[in-house]
């Protein structure tokens, strides 16, 4: 059962908080899915949540959630805790992809199913499913079109990317991706600066504050999440390199993730590209393959979502497959 885009709604994303301990929804079945975040600090894990939660009401599963606040062992205390209350799956967004393997084990130890929704484990012999974006491919693509628009404008660049949380797969494949492309450009392209974030709004705007001093002439710039637009903007402003596309001082400037900023930036000409992951797409394969295990069907251990990157050339024609789109036009009619 796929949940559309017109069924989603941002009412929950909007009201969602960052609660600590289980919290339970509407039932209507005599199932339960423990769906256990790390965080709800950027939009695309309110989102994913939300739309998760109305899957699973749809389909007549009772559900208990937890929020971690990036506290691996919190959040295998709170797996812990659900596997002692019998839960029927664990759908689960784990912080580090090594700490979470204890968990696994536990839930295989149970019997209990377990998903990893857009963030996958290391390496381990104990069994779970992992739903994906493609990172590296989704990152080339969009840095790809940057590097096109370098070319046509001409020039030399110095580029700077913002890089996630190393103990994150996604951070790791993103910043692959990132210099797969560059690698291949060096004749106009040059890394100037690789600004470590651990997926902190504060940290990414101190280091990207620090780069712009050491660099002022930065004009190629990529950030592995768009939850990070806010203080990239800020900074940019600050700098007064905050322009739209054909200014003299614009600066090339792509994102990764595909949140509703991201569209108002490209719609509105200051952002070139953005690596789109399809969230609708996570969420329902999360749902079906925790549904499938729970009932004892095989289910492969990687779902892949290609994901796709936007841009100015295609933004008419994808914009409707974006789910930052879908919020965007809801917030604005």
């Given at each position: 059962m796929r949940l559309t885009r017109r069924q989603f709604t941002i009412g929950t994303l909007i009201a969602a908080g960052t609660a600590g301990m289980p919290l339970y929804v509407k039932a209507q079945g005599k199932k339960t899915i423990a769906v256990l975040f790390d965080g709800l600090y950027s939009p695309f894990w309110v989102?994913?949540?939300?739309?998760?939660?109305?899957?699973?009401?749809?389909?007549?599963?009772?559900?208990?959630?937890?929020?971690?606040?990036?506290?691996?062992?919190?959040?295998?205390?709170?797996?812990?805790?659900?596997?002692?209350?019998?839960?029927?799956?664990?759908?689960?967004?784990?912080?580090?992809?090594?700490?979470?393997?204890?968990?696994?084990?536990?839930?295989?130890?149970?019997?209990?199913?377990?998903?990893?929704?857009?963030?996958?484990?290391?390496?381990?012999?104990?069994?779970?499913?992992?739903?994906?974006?493609?990172?590296?491919?989704?990152?080339?693509?969009?840095?790809?079109?940057?590097?096109?628009?370098?070319?046509k404008q001409g020039g030399k660049f110095k580029a700077a990317i913002l890089i996630g949380n190393l103990g994150d797969p996604n951070a790791i494949g993103r910043r692959d991706g990132f210099f797969d492309v560059v690698d291949k450009n060096k004749d106009i392209i040059d890394v100037v600066a690789r600004i470590p974030t651990e997926w902190n709004a504060d940290v990414a705007f101190a280091g990207l504050t620090n780069a712009f001093q050491a660099n002022p002439d930065i004009n190629f710039l990529f950030t592995s999440s768009d939850f990070l637009f806010p203080q990239i903007v800020q900074a940019m402003?600050?700098?007064?390199?905050?322009?739209?596309?054909?200014?003299?001082?614009?600066?090339?400037?792509?994102?990764?993730?595909?949140?509703?900023?991201?569209?108002?930036?490209?719609?509105?000409?200051?952002?070139?590209?953005?690596?789109?992951?399809?969230?609708?797409?996570?969420?329902?394969?999360?749902?079906?393959?925790?549904?499938?295990?729970?009932?004892?069907?095989?289910?492969?251990?990687?779902?892949?979502?290609?994901?796709?990157?936007?841009?100015?050339?295609?933004?008419?024609?994808?914009?409707?497959r974006m789910w930052g789109y879908t919020i965007y036009k809801q917030k604005n009619g």
């Open positions: 989102a994913g949540l939300d739309v998760i939660k109305q899957d699973l009401t749809k389909r007549g599963y009772e559900m208990v959630q937890a929020i971690s606040d990036k506290d691996d062992n919190r959040q295998f205390e709170q797996v812990r805790a659900m596997l002692a209350r019998k839960v029927d799956g664990i759908i689960i967004v784990q912080t580090d992809s090594n700490a979470v393997i204890p968990a696994i084990k536990a839930a295989n130890e149970a019997k209990v199913p377990m998903v990893h929704f857009n963030r996958p484990p290391a390496k381990t012999e104990a069994f779970s499913v992992a739903v994906v974006a493609d990172n590296r491919k989704i990152t080339n693509a969009t840095v790809e079109h940057m590097v096109e628009v370098a070319r402003k600050v700098r007064n390199k905050f322009h739209t596309i054909g200014h003299k001082d614009h600066v090339i400037f792509g994102g990764f993730d595909g949140d509703a900023m991201a569209y108002e930036l490209l719609k509105d000409k200051y952002l070139d590209a953005d690596g789109v992951q399809d969230l609708f797409k996570e969420a329902e394969l999360a749902v079906n393959a925790i549904v499938d295990l729970q009932e004892g069907k095989t289910v492969d251990r990687v779902l892949l979502d290609p994901g796709f990157a936007i841009h100015q050339a295609n933004l008419e024609q994808v914009r409707d």
